[in-house]
């Protein structure tokens, strides 16, 4: 059996979910099996429509939207902890080949859910699954923990233009 390895995608820049759903690509092309799931994020992805070209993709969605320009409130909180729960159960019962954690270090650093428990989950996977966890602002314990860690910096980027997110590139 394969040892699974732990990856951060972090930083300012883009492509850490973009990264992760190109190694869920690969994944299920080489027939394994992948769980994604999606901290903070709610609604239209284009990411939500992978499980109709690829039986062995799930995806689920653990929040109430962006957290841009607002205060999270007890539903965000009460979502992600009930997706970390949900995750650590994939992760330990080791049925997946890969889960991605998407957007769960935004989830801690918004106070959603405790970096321990995260750890804690961690901790608890079976030994061949592999684990991808996105999003800005990765906690140094993470870091720490992660195998590897791939910081996305933005060098240049067209939001600084005014250009809105467009449907297939960015969501």
Do not use: W
Not at 74 to 92: C, F, H, Q, T, W
Not at 143 to 150: G, P
């Amino acid at each position: 059996m394969r040892k699974g390895y732990i990856h951060i995608n972090t930083g300012d820049g883009k492509g850490k979910t973009t990264a992760a759903l190109g190694l869920s690509i690969r994944t299920l092309i080489s027939g394994g099996k992948v769980f994604f799931g999606q901290f903070i994020k709610k609604g239209n992805t284009a990411e939500l429509s992978v499980p109709d070209y690829f039986e062995n993709f799930t995806i689920e969605q653990f929040g109430e939207g962006f957290l841009l320009g607002r205060v999270p409130d007890d539903n965000d909180i009460r979502s992600a902890e009930e997706g970390l729960k949900k995750v650590a159960g994939i992760l330990k019962g080791g049925e997946y080949d890969l889960v991605v954690m998407d957007e769960v270090n935004v989830a801690i650093s918004k106070g959603l859910i405790k970096v321990e428990d995260v750890l804690s989950a961690l901790d608890s996977k079976a030994g061949h699954v592999e684990v991808i966890m996105t999003g800005r602002n990765a906690p140094e314990e993470l870091i720490e923990r992660a195998d590897l860690v791939t910081e996305m910096r933005k060098v240049k980027h067209y939001y600084d233009k005014g250009v809105k997110g467009r449907e297939g590139i960015e969501y």
